[in-house]
């Protein structure tokens, strides 16, 4: 098994905080995304999409959402549980998982694909259709940052975490968004107390340096 | 327990269909979305994301994602499986139908919503902050549709189904896609002999009529 990784991309970073969580080691193999390294030939053979991460298991099977990767090692290691146990933990984590992704991450990586001079010509991630960037969605990406972090600020002020009673892997992706947000200048407001505590505290568990 | 639901709309047709599936009945009330009625205050007050579908519970919780309503009935009802059983299953079925949703849905949605006349000042989801319509985003959509199809093409012609060797939630939401990218006009080319035979199974299910 390998694990197609890059150190300062937040989906690898989500991936690398889970296996941190669940204590499992798995060797690793870094892309230089800046560098094109995941267009090469020699990544395309290995994933045609182009994304990482990417999981290779030992049948040659490839698993290349991050989510997807986080699935799998929960099925294998299901301790401790960062997906919940009931079918309501469940749910609200995966709501909640999602809601930071599409409204936080992807708003977020609106910006900074479209704004990043490294990311001209391809805006979009991986062997996607290489759109040019777009001042317009860098625009609107930073106003639904913006109001993703009022609705965490609402969240986290009647949750302890983002999915619930206990950490998940929602709060590994808002924890992304937000430190990927400062790659855009976008910070958490003062007045958000409630965002501010949990940060600091899903910032000081060890996996947050993984 | 109650649903809040849409008839025409694709992300409630996706629980529709997974809960036929199922074989689970479930309380419906239907939402005038094109008519604002997601945007009411009687709507604001069960859902103050005002999006549909909603699943209410009998203690009052609400979940609101469609994949997360889909993942509480597989917790509350495993069989038969939609969401795979081994951790790689899980893992592709994942993989999948997040590639559809993203690479997919969201695309054509992009489409949609950036050009209907019904969705002037609101091209963003319930009550996500009302941006303007966007040529810019519709050409985008269109070209990252075709795209996935292409994609697609290529997933069918190598694997019965879309999330491997059964029928899956991954199946459930390429089908939406195909008949959502529809409203824009964007149909499956006939080359794509693997998707249109695909396609012609899972649309004869007696569930792609929920």
Redesign the interface.
Known sequence: MKLYDMGLAPNPRRVRIFLAEKGIEVEREEVDIPGGANLSDAYRAINPRCVVPTLV?DDG?I???S???C??FE??HPSPPLFGT???E???I??WQ??CEF?GLFAVAGVFRNRSPNFAGRS?PGA??S?PQ?A??AE?GA??TA?FLERLEARLAASPFVGGEAYSVADITAMVVVDFAKWVRIRLPETHAATLSWYAGVSARPSAKA
């Open positions: 298991l099977s698993i290349d959402e989510i997807a990767i699935r799998y099925a294998m009931t079918p309501i469940q749910a609200m995966e709501s999602r809601q409204d979009m996607a259709p759109l777009s317009e969605l609107r106003l639904l109001h």
